[in-house]
Structures are given as structure tokens and as C-alpha cells.
């Protein structure tokens, strides 16, 4: 199993979801969340621009990360079937599980991802 993370919104001091796993070679990014049944987990795709929501069985959300995972734009319940393409600046892209970062996340916030053991 890879390293999984959990997300810190460190401009609110808040955990915003876990686990997430990386994404950072280029099979992983291919297949990303296509065919998964249940979403009990996030992705973080790097690096990465753009990501496309075909064959995925729900919505999810999705967060285009700039320099220092800054938040440049947010797109909550992402329709599948779609391509999505980051704004300027766009380095990674994390996919939540939809309605994830609702009140959460808001652009200009800064994000961590802290590796924890999934025996904790």
C-alpha cells in the first residue's frame, strides 16, 4: 500500500480529509478514481493540471493547487464525464470525495499533507 496523507487547511488550522494517497507517477495519475465503487479516500495528482472525470461512478470535488499547495480554484460535485482544466499556476490537483471541501476550503488557503500510519 502507498504512504497515505491527511489534508490540513493550515490557514484555518482545521483537517480538511483522510486519507489521501499520491498520485505521482504517470499510470496512477491515468486511472486516477476511474471505476472505483465507494470513495473512502482522496488523491493528490502530481504534477498535474487538468484531470477529467470520465468513467468515474460519482461526482467528486476537486482542488487545482498552486506553488507552496496554495488553493487556486475549487470545483464542488465535479460532474463526470468532463474535462477540467486548472488556472494559471496549476501544479498538483487533489480529488476529494464529493461535498468534501464545502466550508472548508477557500481559494488563497494553504493546504498540508502530513503522511500518518494507518495504524494510528
Given amino acids: 500500500m502507498s504512504q497515505q496523507f491527511r489534508v490540513i487547511n493550515q490557514t484555518k488550522q482545521e483537517l480538511v480529509?483522510?486519507?489521501?494517497?499520491?498520485?505521482?507517477r504517470f499510470w496512477k495519475r491515468l486511472l486516477g478514481l476511474m471505476g472505483k465503487k465507494e470513495l473512502?479516500?482522496?488523491l493528490l495528482l502530481?504534477?498535474?493540471?487538468?484531470?477529467?472525470?470520465?468513467?468515474?461512478?460519482?461526482?467528486?470535488d476537486v482542488v487545482f493547487l498552486g506553488?507552496?499547495?496554495q488553493v487556486l480554484f475549487l470545483i464542488q460535485q465535479a460532474q463526470r464525464g468532463r474535462?477540467?482544466?486548472?488556472?494559471?499556476g496549476t501544479k498538483t490537483v487533489l480529488e476529494l470525495p464529493p461535498t468534501v471541501t464545502k466550508g472548508k476550503l477557500h481559494i488563497g488557503d494553504i493546504l498540508a499533507f502530513i503522511p500518518?500510519?494507518?495504524?494510528?
Fill in 17 to 24: 480529509f483522510q486519507p489521501i494517497q499520491k498520485a505521482d
Fill in 40 to 42: 473512502h479516500f482522496g
Fill in 46 to 60: 502530481t504534477p498535474c493540471y487538468s484531470i477529467h472525470t470520465f468513467f468515474l461512478k460519482h461526482e467528486i
Fill in 67 to 69: 506553488e507552496n499547495n
Fill in 83 to 88: 474535462i477540467f482544466v486548472g488556472v494559471p
Fill in 116 to 120: 500518518f500510519s494507518t495504524s494510528q
